[in-house]
């Protein structure tokens, strides 16, 4: 039995006196040991940088190798001759060639298209009767690093998808990183994290022509959901608005699994983690996100980084929903199984702090490529629970970042880095960062002091839960099979618009699969989730209904009106506005004003780029002609009507960018003189809901910014198809 040396008062911090044991033989004490973490920032040049902790090179005044080596020429090879062969001696050449065809890792191979930012979570100081974490404590910030992805794309795909979306988030706390790996959307296609390689082949492109590229809607993801059915609620969920956010800032975030959380007393209670977004739950319309997917294909991308950069800055509350710790269920519901939700009205959400994103990333391979996030990153306070799904990503995340990251040193990556010392037991491998003092990685040990020692009570805990008393199995439990009432739960809840567009995106993507017996099989599933459901969805795809003897499973059937997004008033802050102007136009700078009051992001757009004098003489600054806008950029549409309209090319792209944006729901204004004629002369009849007119540009812009705070008009729902519910 080896012997435990005794911890010195005050370590780690203070600088304990020298001790006499066990550090012998020897007359050297090496302890305390150096700092261990990685070298701090230091430019190529090796000069520390203090802005950017982690700039490298464009900082010197002298462009080098990657040795160092200043250089005198970088354009030009080393040749024999001016029309010679280039010479093998050109090592300038070599290194710089060699390094350009080893900038590509390989992308992720889930949520490899993503966005991020830096901010800080602050705070309520209202856990500690439950969770002894530190960053959950009264008066803390800590700063994060949260990255916002799809699931399904290749890097290089469109933001606006239908898919699920990855949220995120690295918390650098004082006990080290805690990272909350989480979608926007609340439950998972599967229970068991052993087929998450099976649901991945499925929705991932046809291995034979890699085609489609970020959809869902096509044949083996409609085999593989319809067969599984406990993939009904989550891809119920994707049909659903959810599947397609207006942005990351208005998205919901979900921690999915339930936790276990410990208090400084040693109690246990089981938590769900939410994310709420401050400025509400929207999302996009399907016309508008395929649109997008051309037109902008970095949408989602663009959108949080110029929010953060016009000082939008997107804020969400965490909260939590607590449960009594024993044998994980609640009200019925197995707290195990995560495609299962508790709904809202039974355990309400309990704000724990906020979260803002402050800053851009300077560099995006550097973070928001290189950043790797673990399910089980814990910390003090937060531990798993026996989840079969979440187990099995306990072992997934640290094994994938080995290949895409090229070692296990990833850690030590800038973004990756925890904030605190790090005083591991972790040698070499690719990519070692660390210059390791001491001779004595191991512990106990006496040749290094017996450095680091144990923290004891300020350590991590593994809660002892106790382990069901039970054989090797590979069942399921029964409370793991109602795979519809939840759905059925969840459709309920949806107002008739979410859930006429959940039909049509059944009808959208049943219709791109070509095996009828897929489609049947899904209209099956639909069935036992709900008949108007099913009916609305197999009269769009030409099929009959199925048999009413397919056994629909019992269970609470009301509806949660929490996960319904419509019908409430948000911050308009970060929105944007088209300002469409002429040289007819009166009142523009009032118009502008009002909106960036209220923090809304206009753009000013003419026949033409550049001044424009109006017709009161004043001269606006036109950011883009019309021919080069289009309606998805903006949530509503403004028009400073003169005399005489639009006329060419620019009437044409004013004419598409307002017939978009009615079919939308977007609010819609015309002020001035001609303000009936311009709508009329644009094809937007007056009077509708959400179509705003009037001489004066104060009020229409009062009544434009009342409108925004709904998001949509949806009393103008001009893309209504199959009536239900
Ligand atoms: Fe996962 C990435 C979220 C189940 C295996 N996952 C990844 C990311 C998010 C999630 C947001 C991107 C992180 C980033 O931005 O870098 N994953 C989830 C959620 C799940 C889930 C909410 C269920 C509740 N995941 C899951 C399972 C497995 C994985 C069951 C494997 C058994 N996930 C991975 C991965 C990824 C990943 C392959 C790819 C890149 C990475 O980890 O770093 O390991």
Redesign the pocket.
Known sequence: MSQEPMRPPGAPGAVPPPREQPTEPGDEKPYPKPDQSAPGPRTATGREVETQPDARAQAGDRLTTAQGVPLRETDHSLRAGERGPTLLQDHHLREKVMHFDHERIPE????AR?AAAHGVFRSYGRASSFCCAQFLQADQETPVFV?F?TVLGSRGSADTVRDTR???VKFYTQEGNFDL???NIPV?F?QD?IK?PDVIHAGKPHPDREIPQAQSAHDTFWDFVSLHTEAQHHTLWNMSDRGIPRSYRTMEGFG??TFRLVAEDGSTCLAKFHWKPESGVHSLVWEEAQLAAGIDPDLHRRDLADAIESGALPRWTLGVQLFEDGDATFEGIDLLD?TKIVPEELAPVQPLGELVLTRNPSNYFAETEQ???H?GHFVRGIDATDDP??Q??L???L???IT?LGGPNFAQIPVNRPHVPVDDMQRDGFHQQGVHQGVAPYRPNSLDGGCPFLAGESGFIDVPAPVPQSSKTRDTPASFSDHFSQPRMFWRSLSPVEQRHTVDAYAFELSKVYEPAIRERQLEQLARIDSQLCEAVAARLGLPVPSADLGADPGPVESSPALSQVGGRWPVAGRRVAVIVTEQSTGVDAVVSALFDEGVVAAVLSDHAGDVRCADDTVVTAERPLTSARSIEFDAIVVGAGDEQLSGPAAESARLMVAEAYRHAKALGFWGAGADRAAEGLGIVPNEAGVVLGPEPTDVMTEIIELLGGHRCWDRDVLAGTPVG
């Open positions: 992720r191979v889930v949520h993503g990255r992805s990855g949220f995120a790996v989480g979608n998972f599967i994290a998450f999915v699994h995560p950043v790797a996030f399910a799904l979440l099995g990503r072992f997934s995340y094994d994938t970042q895409r």
